[in-house]
């Protein structure tokens, strides 16, 4: 299953120099394996996500890199170096905890000044005070050192939990679910910022995640995981166009998937037969061989939703209506295929007209934008 | 209309209790503290501020009270803390239940049985027995000062273990991988994280038992034989043998002030502190 | 290696005090029961049952504590809860933590001092003389099961009022806006939200209260005079006055086995209430 | 300020019967005006929405609809009754709480059935039975009656609450931020579940929300609400397309603002100066003289990004990228105009190619998606 698409230069590990490497790193908390004879390599510089759900072993390969789990087998290099069993408090790596973990006790400034004083021989307080005006100036927190960690909003927590990492130079920043415990409005500009601040400092980034926006929106390279195992990695825009399996396309982006049998194909082309007969075309690519259970992906912006029939379109029934501002959100049901979302753009509503629940329609899609892929 | 009765028979029973139960027993003790002993004891009305001039005829009780009490206080937080570690930081969950009822249940039960033992395992022909047989000479443990330490410490250490041990039982346990992540090793993310964010805990346990140890009387009498008197007994000999109510009255008023000064300086530090809630912080 | 070593260093005094604290006491006091009184005092080793044989020469001990305790513990109870009611719910939060130290700081001085007042209070020169003086006849306060039943009432009411407040402060008051959105006036949302769940606290504060009640001896001896006798005083006559070792022991295994029982009731109770927690039920 | 402007003849309040109405209600906390002279009805069968940050006064007003909190004067009717001083015991609405505020020491069945056994005569059993049992099928809970609360996960305890509610057959149902607790995949099911429940029910929903989403998705009209005021009322599209302030404009859907001076006007078009001397014409309605300043309002998908000039295009240079699936945001910095948002979809950004950030580019947009709006 491990396979690796990658599309664009920059998207390539083996470009860049290891920074980091597992080596069939495995890991059982007693009869469970949560992390599967892991191998990869982490390239200086990267920006790279863990994505998956809960239980999927990412925060596990996390927790290896950092140190506070160390694995039951295999191995754990950081710049070339074993650390299998280097403790955490000796590995030049460093964590932004999912819920920040500041200490409550201290300022903003000895938070973030912590890692430095951990340094032996230990550093001077000027040069410690400096070292955290500069970070504190990175995460647009200026003056803020005195204050105390509950005077501050959820979002500047965050950001002190950045600069009190980031002040270290680590090798390597962790970040579990950095952004989970924030709003809407504020996780979209801490995405900004969190990019910003990685090319900024050249330092390589590693992200657990489960909500595919936030991997989609930052990532070099996304690695998706499923059962201890990386199912499937490459750039966001690689995952999103040729996933390798039904699971991967679930995970990456929104798709409706139309499940039956392959009936035919071709190198780059075949055929899916649904159970109620219906037969539609799309892009096959990999092993999968005719006469396999498949299903057909389509996204939902893929999908062409009409007031009139046309050849080849099937007759819906419109569900619900959702107005998202630049675009609507609608939920039709097929009398076969089940309930299928279509996303239409504000413009093409605006000349094709909206539809109301309980309307009919029909909807088409052009054969290439659906891909038809392994069930798993 | 409703509202206003309901809230009023609320307040109806609030209210008398609180003059029934503290002021009226306050007001009865400053009233006698200003008094005379009757001849035959008891209490003779007057105002006189002789009873608070006698006070240095028990000065030994109150030494030994003010002496004892703190040090006790400090002996119980050395042996409980290690205890509430272990029992909230290292202990298996499967287990620290069973362990924390083990530690809280002797305390159920009555005090005067478990000083009892301590009678006969420092008495003559306990512990010095042994020391005497190995060969260390002879000593007194009972009646002396370090018999009633080890009644103490013995008979409110689960006072001490059970708010150590829940402060450090909330603490959150990320802390301790942030700090080692930040590169702390584990002894200094102990002196720097898990021990700062526990002295809540260790605050309300000391307070609890200084303030009973400031009363204590039975220990003292037991264990202290004659030789070791606290301010509690103090009070039990004027009131119930010598019958010196005035003078007993006094001694209580001055007992109830030291404390009102040390409960506020403790509500002061913990506000200091920062974050820990009053109620909480009185329990 | 270090890692074991300092869990070692943790896990000794915590072994230790398991041992020395509750292990010891109690195997000594079992043996003792099993055992005889010397002539002189003290105690003789044997194995004999009839110490236990021997149990219902206290049985007016037993039947006062089971009797008092569990009444003296209701009386606590429902003078109690309006007040924490009042406390958590009405009171404006300004006075709250005032108020909360007014009721706890009674708590904090000598039990000796305040049940002093109310041998006074109750004694021939005080409410008996107001009584006889209205014209109501003579009466007899001092000395009497109600004696010992208002100091109880007196002196353990903060233990009550404490846990009970606690669980009521706790209370989601959403749930209370609930009720009334779903159409429940305020007297059947206090029956129907507030009662049920403030339940906990009230099965902590009655348990704390009738455990410690058990093992009480000081208020019977000060307001019941020789004539309200509980466990306590019984333990205190056979350990300090006749010296009846091997008897008290079996009078003191019958006091720690019904305790036990209560509390492993209690528990059973509080683990099927639900989503308590034990170390928390336990305090 | 208080303007109506609505839009398609479904949004128009006119058409139903009131259930409730405010008349010059105000409440105040102290010092604080949290609710200031509102008057407004709200429709039989409607779904309305109040949306604006916090402390806006939307809670303030749900809490005088529901009984909780009397206005300080004013008055609020139900069904044409006036129940200004009738408790919230003894009022026809029922209110689904901002974290469920379910009661944890009954089961998921008592809960249900605690509205119906409060009325006197009190119902028999099996009715009550049956009632529940029926609420929980609407919401999708068979079944699941005997479960204790703490069984239930975030989602069910939702569905729970609801069911709560609507057993009792509220004239009027309020919503105060209930999706506020679910996660996001969660949260745009609920949304689609309680706008299908609603018009199922045929009941009044009455939604208090700060999500701009929440309200744009499940709505027929929105109240914006600002220093317990309402600002603005209408449906989605028309709050959208035709908001009457900059406040609206930024509060509903993202957009991109150009702060400056209005310097002529026709009926419907008018030109707005920045202070750089740049000038932009755009369309512009309401009582905006020339003359006043003003801002001039670009959605992010309404904006073009190009590699190559056009004759009015604007410099500027790609600061980020964030790849979103069916669409990337693009954040890019013009020498005057500061940072602005562009969203490209993905065809759009298939044929036109990618930026990367550093990349310059040029901006433009259709002068008539332009709106001149007031600062305030």
Redesign the interface.
């Known amino acids: 299953m491990q396979s690796q698409i990658d599309s664009g230069a920059k998207d390539h590990t083996a470009d860049r120099p290891l920074v980091a490497e597992f080596r069939a790193a495995t890991k059982r908390y007693g009869a469970v394996l949560a992390a599967d004879a892991l191998s990869f390599g982490i390239g200086r510089g990267e920006f790279l996500s863990f994505l998956g759900p809960s239980g999927c072993g990412k925060t596990t390969a996390l927790r290896m890199l950092a140190g506070f789990d160390p694995p039951t087998s295999g191995d754990v290099y950081l710049d070339g170096e074993r650390v299998t069993d280097v403790p955490a408090y000796r590995r030049p790596v460093n964590m932004v905890f999912q819920h920040y973990a500041l200490f409550p006790h201290m300022t903003v400034a000895q938070n973030i000044g912590y890692g430095l004083l951990q340094r032996r021989p230990r550093p001077g307080r000027d040069e410690v005070a400096r070292k955290v005006d500069r970070a504190l100036d990175m995460v647009r927190l200026t003056g803020f050192g005195p204050r105390r960690i509950w005077e501050m909003s959820g979002g500047q927590q965050q950001r002190v939990a950045l600069a009190r990492a980031i002040v270290n130079e680590p090798k390597v920043l962790l970040l579990d679910e950095p952004l989970a415990a924030l709003d809407r409005k504020l996780r979209r500009e801490m995405q900004i910022e969190l990019q910003t601040l990685q090319r900024q400092l050249g330092i390589t980034f590693v992200l657990v995640t489960h909500d595919q926006e936030e991997a989609l929106s930052m990532s070099d390279r996304i690695c998706i995981m499923r059962g201890g195992r990386i199912v499937q990695s490459g750039s966001p825009n690689a995952l999103y166009d040729q996933p390798v399996s039904r699971y991967v396309a679930d995970f990456v982006g929104k798709s409706n998937f139309i499940d039956g049998t392959l009936t035919a194909r071709t190198a780059t082309e075949g055929q899916i037969e649904c159970a109620s007969g219906l037969r539609f075309a799309g892009r096959v690519s990999g092993a999968l061989a005719a006469g396999a259970r498949a299903a057909l992906s389509i996204r939902p912006e893929q999908i062409d939703l009409a007031h009139s029939a046309r050849p080849g379109a099937e007759p819906v029934t419109v569900i619900n209506r959702i107005f998202l501002g630049e675009h609507t959100e609608y939920l039709v049901r097929h009398a076969s295929l089940g309930d299928l979302m279509v996303l239409v753009a504000r413009q093409a509503e605006a000349s094709a007209g909206r539809f109301a629940p309980g309307d009919a329609g029909f909807i088409s899609w052009a054969p290439e934008t659906g891909l038809i892929l392994p069930q798993d | 209309m409703?509202?206003r009765l309901?809230?009023w028979?609320?307040?109806a029973?609030?209210g008398l209790?609180?003059a029934v139960?503290?002021v009226?027993?306050?007001c009865?003790?400053v009233v006698f503290s200003f008094g005379e002993r009757a001849a035959a004891g008891g209490y003779v009305p007057a105002f006189t501020l002789a009873q608070y001039a006698n006070l240095p005829a028990r000065a030994t009780a109150f030494r030994n009270t003010l002496v004892l009490a703190p040090l006790g206080t400090l002996l119980s937080l050395v042996?409980a803390y290690?205890?509430a570690?272990?029992?909230a930081m290292?202990a298996d969950p499967k287990w620290?239940?069973l362990?924390?009822?083990?530690v809280?249940?002797?305390f159920?039960?009555?005090?005067?049985?478990?000083s009892?033992?301590w009678i006969?395992i420092l008495g003559g022909q306990g512990l010095p027995a042994v020391i005497e047989w190995l060969g260390f000479g002879q000593v007194r443990l009972i009646n002396t000062p370090f018999a009633v330490l080890t009644g103490i410490v013995?008979g409110y250490?689960p006072l001490m273990v059970?708010p150590v041990?829940?402060s450090l039982?909330r603490l959150?346990k990320?802390?301790l991988?942030?700090?080692?992540?930040?590169?702390?090793?584990?002894m200094?993310?102990f002196l720097?994280?898990t021990l700062?964010?526990s002295l809540p805990g260790v605050a309300t346990g000391c307070m609890l038992v200084f303030?009973?140890l400031m009363?204590e009387?039975l220990i003292p009498a037991?264990l202290g034989g004659g030789k070791v008197f606290f301010i509690?007994n103090a009070?039990?000999d004027l009131?119930?043998q010598s019958r010196n109510w005035a003078f007993?009255a006094a001694v209580?008023v001055t007992?109830?002030v030291i404390?009102?000064v040390t409960?506020s300086l403790y509500m002061w530090l913990m506000r200091r502190m920062?974050?820990v809630r009053?109620?909480v912080a009185?329990?």
């Open positions: 409703q509202r309901s809230t028979l609320l307040l029973p609030a209790w609180f139960m503290l009226l027993p306050l009865f003790v042996i290690p205890l570690y272990f029992l290292r620290r239940t362990l924390l009822i083990l809280i249940v002797p159920w039960t009555s005090i005067l049985i478990r009892y033992a006969f013995y250490l059970l041990y829940v039982e959150d990320r802390l991988e942030a700090s080692a992540d930040l590169g702390a090793p584990p200094r993310s720097q994280v700062p964010l303030i009973l009363g009387f037991m509690g009070l039990v009131f119930l007993g209580a007992l109830v404390m009102l409960v920062g974050g009053d109620d009185l329990m």
